[in-house]
């Protein structure tokens, strides 16, 4: 399983960003997909999750919630992350993730390599 990131930048606060996530080698639609961040100094954070196709679930961190939306694409086998109204505490390394077992939600296994978020004031 691989899990390619991308979309990062240098927004201003307020602003917004949207990123993705290209996974390869299974069954897209079968596994939920997840989206986490880490902070200098702070430990990582549940961002979002989206379940697999057939369950239509999503869920978010506290901190996000009504500001981003995560949805997936499953002909591009690919998850999004859409962030609204960015603040500075959103600046964070994001990760999107992957359980191992299909139709499973949580128990993260597989990590991409992350994309810097950087919210100015």
């Known amino acids: 399983v691989q899990l390619q990131a991308s979309g990062g930048g240098l927004v201003q606060a307020g602003d917004s960003l949207r990123l993705s996530c290209a996974a390869s080698g299974r069954t897209f639609s079968e596994y939920a997909m997840g989206w986490f961040r880490q902070a200098p100094g702070k430990e990582r954070e549940f961002v979002a999750g989206?379940?697999?196709?057939?369950?239509?679930?999503?869920n978010y961190g506290d901190s996000v919630k009504g500001r981003f939306t995560i949805s997936r694409d499953n002909a591009k086998n690919t998850v999004y992350l859409q962030m609204n109204s960015l603040k500075p505490e959103d600046t964070a390394v994001y990760y999107c993730?992957?359980?191992?077992?299909?139709?499973?939600?949580?128990?993260?296994?597989?990590w991409g390599q992350g994309t810097q978020v950087t919210v100015s004031s």
């Open positions: 989206i379940s697999w196709v057939t369950h239509g679930i999503t």
């Open positions: 993730a992957t359980p191992r077992r299909a139709f499973t939600f949580g128990g993260y296994d597989y």
